[in-house]
């Protein structure tokens, strides 16, 4: 028999939003309405419903769905909206589900006829916009001592932490080897333009004043002619300055450009911004099938696209299509020890539909807004990607350097209880990057400075 004075307000979501799903459980319970969430039982100690199509039929006063490109295509939020459908017909009531919009995906047959509220430009605006729909229906306020029980529904860790250690990875490579003798070059014919960019792009040099030139290995020998060796060397790893400039700055010169001949030699191309020399993406045609294959962190391999597509929607209902490619920044440093360290940061690089790169301001709200929902398991596979990348490509020249396979790792004497974070195992479909997306533009797009 159906409850004909239902109370609580039902979150139907994907796992993939549950961040989003806890946050308004707990925001709502704080304000006094009951709940229904499978995660927490929220119900202010009354009895539990056996089922969630019992509590759908019997307890719901709405139902708030959680919209997004996973809970389109999954089945258990599908079926939810599909049984309030069925009720909301019988009981005649048009917005017992309500929508909350969390990403760019188009409503589905289900919901396109009812007014959704969006959480695409912040989840503030978007609390903001359905408390004033729970208000305009008067929607039910019954919990007693509302702050306190969603206070306690925290979890307070002691659950959490286990003393069986956890190895952390980090997004650094470390530089195995790299020569130590650095020598002096004299520049003894003026060479034009042209050839001096051939130069630069097939040998790794330090150009320490307008006639010397520091490198590991000679020049190419089309270039003996302009260039001539001196007797002058120094080993850096043993020397602080040479010629007023840092001995080592001079190395770390050396391995990034040996690290960009490295990639581009291999068919990676540098970001077309004279700022980022240290961004580098892959175009499509860099594998047959456009995918970048690698091992997780698992062991278990795995491949992401290097190219996908999207649409922006920007205000006034104006589209823009938009290509993204894989793409990932390089920096050296230096740890407690002697070594040099390669630090990999994942980012994007975009063009337009003509093929044009964009390399403007609006990269920056357009970077965001895509990774907007990469939890550390995306990060992560894309870190591991591009140092897979990294490291598995052959030497490109005898000057070129040595990597350490693998992530740096780091041993934590203590460890996170995976298994109580981890509410659902990922499908295959997870694992696929979707090509084609659809998603609202963050605007006013902000003044950042390059990507």
């Known amino acids: 028999m159906t409850n004909q004075n239902p109370t609580h307000l039902f979150i139907s979501y994907a796992m993939e939003d549950a961040t989003l799903a806890v946050w308004l459980v707990r925001k709502l319970a704080a304000r006094g309405h009951p709940v229904w969430f499978d995660q927490m039982k929220l119900l202010g100690g009354e009895p539990w419903p056996q089922t969630i199509d019992d509590a759908i039929k019997h307890r719901t006063f709405r139902m708030l769905a959680l919209i997004s490109?996973?809970?389109?295509?999954?089945?258990?939020?599908?079926?939810?909206?599909?049984?309030?459908?069925?009720?909301a017909e019988q009981r005649k009531i048009p917005d017992f589900m309500i929508p909350l919009k969390v990403d760019g995906s188009e409503?589905?047959?289900?919901?396109?006829?009812?007014?959704?509220?969006?959480?695409?430009?912040?989840?503030?605006?978007g609390w903001r916009a359905l408390l004033k729909k729970l208000d305009s229906i008067s929607a039910p306020r019954s919990l007693a001592n509302a702050a306190p029980l969603a206070a306690s529904s925290f979890p307070r860790g002691e659950d959490l932490v286990n003393d069986t250690g956890e190895q952390l990875l980090t997004n650094i490579v470390r530089v195995k080897s790299f020569q130590d003798i650095l020598r002096v070059f004299r520049?003894?014919?003026?060479?034009?333009?042209?050839?001096?960019?051939?130069?630069?792009?097939?040998?790794?040099?330090?150009?320490?004043?307008?006639?010397?030139?520091?490198?590991?290995?000679?020049?190419?020998?089309?270039?003996?002619d302009f260039i001539e060796p001196t007797p002058e060397q120094l080993l850096w790893a043993e020397c602080e300055l040479f010629r007023n400039v840092r001995a080592r700055d001079i190395s770390a010169s050396l391995i990034m450009k040996a690290l960009a001949r490295r990639l581009t030699?291999?068919?990676?191309?540098?970001?077309?911004?004279?700022?980022?020399?240290?961004?580098?993406?892959?175009?499509?045609?860099?594998?047959?099938?456009?995918?970048?294959?690698?091992p997780d962190f698992r062991g278990k391999k795995t491949w992401l696209r290097i190219r996908g597509r999207v649409t922006f929607r920007r205000a006034g209902g104006v589209q823009e299509v938009n290509h993204h490619h894989f793409a990932f920044r390089l920096r050296l440093a230096r740890g407690l020890d002697k070594g040099?360290?390669?630090?990999?940061?994942?980012?994007?690089?975009?063009?337009?539909?003509?093929?044009?790169?964009?390399?403007?301001?609006?990269?920056?709200?357009?970077r965001r807004r895509m990774t907007k929902m990469w939890y550390n398991a995306k990060w992560l596979n894309r870190v591991m990607a591009a140092e897979h990348l990294l490291t598995s490509l052959p030497p490109a020249g005898a000057d070129d350097l040595v990597l350490e396979p693998g992530l740096v790792a780091l041993t934590s004497p203590r460890g996170l209880n995976e298994a109580i974070l981890e509410t659902e195992a990922p499908s295959d479909d997870d694992v696929e990057e979707w090509p084609d997306q659809d998603l609202e533009l963050d605007e006013p797009e902000t003044q950042d400075g390059d990507e």
């Open 107 to 125: 409503l589905d047959w289900l919901t396109t006829t009812v007014s959704y509220i969006s959480f695409t430009r912040g989840w503030a605006n």
């Open 340 to 366: 040099f360290y390669v630090q990999l940061t994942p980012t994007l690089m975009f063009f337009d539909e003509q093929g044009n790169a964009i390399v403007d301001k609006s990269v920056g709200p357009r």
């Open 187 to 224: 520049v003894g014919r003026r060479m034009e333009s042209e050839d001096w960019k051939q130069l630069e792009a097939t040998w790794a040099f330090y150009e320490i004043a307008k006639d010397a030139l520091v490198a590991l290995i000679p020049p190419p020998p089309e270039f003996a």
């Open 265 to 294: 030699k291999a068919g990676c191309r540098e970001h077309p911004n004279p700022k980022l020399k240290e961004t580098f993406f892959l175009p499509e045609t860099f594998s047959e099938d456009g995918k970048l294959c690698f």
């Open 69 to 87: 490109e996973y809970s389109l295509r999954k089945q258990k939020p599908t079926s939810e909206r599909t049984l309030a459908q069925r009720i």
